[in-house]
């Protein structure tokens, strides 16, 4: 008797480790670009750009530039005064001023940076010749580049009309801190900084509108995130309905937030094109990115940690401020980072007392913007430090503290102080699974061996919580009347049997083409090359967004999956017709639906010819159209946690701080390519290190940019960064469709908080502590010549 044959079943292609199909077109050379596109008597801007941080403008004699060979335009903010209207980033929050967004500076300029003339020409070359022939006459007001000063009364008004320098202003309160304090053992706090820094993208910033006269409509090719929103928002710019303006994003070369806003140069390139009936393309050089996109991560925060004699948390008070720049970005406002900052400070820990203030002050720099992590790296660096603290003066280890503080899973869900609910995530075992991959208890005896022998070797931990994939019921940004917490898929078969998926997500280096294809193969049966994905385009679906706050693969793989289940019935429901049994008995995987139990079948090709394009094959009832569309809204979005350790070196002489060892353990909930999830983790935290280590934009005292080159602004190279351990806690979210929570952000948070706790621990025998990012060199020198002036006075 011999054994029967064993039936293997096709591995599924939600967890699969699959190469990006993305990957062969950018890596060869084929993916195309706003840059990239070549259209027939397309027109070039340059922008005469604010050389003052604030001043009124007096006159501007563009006569010489008009002249100009080969000038077509030269446009102010007078000149497209009747045809654009000024945006404005509303919000429901109380003590929010709004400023309002213009493709050319009116009246005066606020930063060094901001575009004050743009000039249309045949090509790129002139326009910027015929830059050096203008002429601006500005009355120099004073600068505002402090964001304490800026708040001070009397200080100088960026907006006149707010009245105030203070944008924004949020505060949280629960149970009785201030008591909570005055009873505690053990208290510990200080002032902490983080710098201003900016995405460096590796495509920087690119437009091209192009316009027809006979539908007054326009498309705009733009390397945003963005597309949907850019739309809505040029719809009332420009006072357009929606069917005539159409906002695509092609391949796009990174953007991690500083693309998920509108710009002034959008606005600008689809009002001259309109104006001039001829398309219209900007492309940013580096100088102009550096200087004129959104920064970020710039925050000052005061904070106080209380703790019982047991090591337990009883309260934490912050006063947290942002530099918000020039201005509210749109649609996001200048709240977006100052006020998560608060919101997300308490962590994943269990903190019954809490009160905390946020404040956006307007400063003569660029508008602080969206940058991955939003607020989170901040508030995770000054919590984590405040951690690492309090367990140098309690005298114990600091992954212990965190234990006895961190919440349970018992104790999930759970409401912290500023009032986020942690859904379920695997708190304790991110920490636990984090240590076992680097050997942390190895690596303290290693550390303890460093340190007899003179060394400067530390460990750091970093615990934290984020909100990821957020429904409608929470605002990606406080007060945002905007929804952002739905998105659809439109899944269509055609008459070949190959299957098309749009969405309103815009893609910029997340896999999510693969993805996305992978989700809609295996709920749907379909062959996963038959699958192409429609995505970075406003006109793919009725009310998509795009892509930021790590939502894409939560929402679109939602809206995929019910589309994908929808159209999935429909194709059995055919396909039981031509093999003449019932839907019930039938199984679809493959690009094929078979009888159970049979070797009948019938491929997708050959239902869709019999729906679409053959006679007579099937009943007049069951020739409906192969497609669905499905929205999907998980309300209130999921929480995504990790923890992160570091282990540094810092070289005595020169004061380079290296990262040696990295380990991340993180719960995003069901993986659906571990592949694409490794590269997001390992790209985070290069950035997170360079947060920490190296990237800080600077300006000096009256407001002038002094890193706008990246001679002067540093950013991590391969060399750097460190080879990492990376695990995955699959702890399926319970309030998403299919678990699955956001990560695309999760790297950038943990990394810094991480590297300054090692960078502290290191420095520890010296009772030098780390409280500003980033930690460069001369930053350091000068931290450990102050402690040892102090220590031998």
């Known amino acids: 008797m011999t054994d029967a044959p064993e039936i293997h079943a096709r591995p599924k292609l939600v967890g699969a480790r699959i190469k990006r199909t993305e990957d062969p077109r950018l890596l060869t050379g084929s993916g195309a670009f706003t840059d990239d596109r070549q259209v027939v008597r397309a027109l070039h801007v340059a922008f005469r750009r604010s050389d003052r941080p604030h001043a009124r403008i007096r006159a501007i004699d563009c006569a010489a530039a008009r002249a ?13 005064a009747d045809s654009v209207e000024p945006l404005v980033a509303t919000s429901r929050m109380v003590n929010y001023h709004a400023t309002p967004i213009l493709p050319l500076a009116r009246g005066k300029v606020r930063y060094v940076g901001e575009p004050v003339v743009g000039i249309v020409a045949e090509d790129r070359y002139l326009a910027e010749d015929a830059v050096e022939l ?11 580049a402090d964001p304490e000063a800026a708040m001070l009364p009397g200080a100088p008004l960026l907006h006149e009309e707010a009245g105030t320098n203070v944008l924004v202003s949020r505060e949280f309160k629960r149970g009785e801190p201030d008591e909570a304090l005055a009873s505690a053992a053990l208290r510990v706090g200080g002032r902490f900084r983080m710098h201003r820094k900016t995405p460096v993208a590796l495509e920087a910033r690119a437009c091209l509108a192009e316009y027809e006269p006979g539908r007054d409509a326009l498309t705009l090719h733009s390397s945003t995130q963005v597309p949907g929103i850019v739309r809505d928002a040029l719809a009332a710019a420009l006072d357009l309905p929606g069917h005539r303006i159409r906002v695509v994003a092609p391949d796009v070369g990174g953007g991690f937030g500083g693309k998920a806003s509108l710009h002034p140069e959008e606005i600008f390139v689809c009002a001259a094109a309109r104006r001039l009936a001829r398309p219209v393309k900007w492309t940013s050089d580096r100088m102009e990115d550096l200087a004129a996109s959104t920064q970020a991560f710039d925050e000052i925060v005061d904070a106080e940690l209380a703790l019982d004699d047991a090591g337990r948390i009883l309260a934490l008070c912050a006063d947290a401020i942002g530099d918000a720049g020039a201005g509210s970005i749109y649609p996001w406002t200048a709240g977006l980072e100052p006020v998560q900052v608060v919101s997300f400070l308490p962590g994943p820990y269990r903190i019954q007392h809490y009160r905390a203030r946020a404040r956006a002050a307007a400063t003569s720099k660029a508008p602080a913007g969206a940058y991955r992590g939003v607020g989170r790296p901040i508030s995770t660096f000054v919590m984590e430090r405040l951690i690492d603290m309090a367990a140098v003066k309690i005298g114990i280890d600091p992954k212990e503290l965190r234990l006895r503080n961190l919440i349970g899973p018992d104790e999930l869900p759970y409401k912290v102080a500023s009032g986020i609910v942690w859904d379920k995530s695997a708190f304790h075992e991110c920490l636990h699974k984090a240590c076992a991959a680097i050997g942390y208890d190895k690596l303290r005896g290693q550390r303890e061996a460093a340190r007899a022998a003179g060394r400067w070797f530390g460990i750091g931990i970093a615990s934290y919580a984020e909100l990821t994939g957020l429904g409608s019921r929470i605002s990606v940004a406080p007060g945002m009347p905007i929804n952002t917490g739905t998105e659809t898929a439109i899944l269509r078969i055609d008459s070949t049997g190959a299957v098309t998926a749009a969405f309103g997500i815009a893609s910029h280096g997340q896999g999510l083409e693969t993805t996305l294809a992978q989700i809609v193969a295996e709920h749907l049966g379909a062959r996963f090359a038959d699958i192409r994905i429609v ?17 894409s693969l939560v929402l679109a793989g939602g809206a995929a999956t019910l589309a994908a289940q929808a159209l ?3 194709v059995l429901k055919a396909a039981s017709h031509l093999l003449e049994a019932s ?3 039938l199984t679809a995987d493959d690009g094929k639906v078979s009888v159970a139990g049979t070797d009948r079948s019938v491929t997708f090709r050959e239902i869709a010819r019999a729906v679409y394009s053959e006679m007579g094959r099937l009943p007049p009832d069951a020739r409906e159209e192969l497609a669905a569309s499905k929205t999907y809204d998980p309300v209130f979005g999921t929480t995504t946690s990790a923890t992160h350790i570091a282990a540094v070196e810092i070289d005595p002489e020169t004061y380079e701080v290296r990262v040696e060892r990295f380990a991340v353990a993180e719960d995003c909930g069901k993986l659906v390519n571990p592949l694409i999830v490794d590269g997001q983790v390992h790209g985070g935290v290069a950035q997170g290190i360079g947060a920490a280590l190296y990237e800080e934009v600077v300006y000096d005292a ?16 391969a060399c750097e960064i460190p080879s990492m351990q990376l695990v995955h806690v699959e702890s399926a979210s319970p309030t998403t469709l299919g678990g699955f929570r956001g ?7 943990g990394a810094p908080a991480a590297v300054a706790n090692a960078v502290a621990d290191a420095l520890s025998p010296l009772g030098v502590e780390i409280n500003e990012l ?11 010549e102050a402690a040892r002036a102090k220590a031998n006075p």
Not at 137 to 144: C, F, K, S, T
Not at 702 to 717: C, E, F, M, R
Not at 774 to 784: A, C, K, N, S, V
């Open 68 to 80: 100009a060979p080969g000038v077509v335009a030269v446009l102010t903010a007078e000149d497209l």
């Open 134 to 144: 203008l002429a601006i006459d500005y009355e120099p007001l004073p600068a505002v």
């Open 535 to 551: 995505q970075g385009d406003s006109a793919a679906v009725p009310g998509g967004t795009g892509t930021y706050a790590s939502r």
């Open 568 to 570: 999935r019935e429909k």
């Open 583 to 585: 839907a019930a008995d």
């Open 702 to 717: 009256q407001g002038h940019i002094n890193t706008a080159s990246l001679v002067d602004y540093l950013v991590p190279s």
């Open 743 to 749: 990560m695309g952000e999760g790297g950038t948070i």
């Open 774 to 784: 980033p930690i460069t060199p001369e930053r350091l020198f000068r931290l450990i």
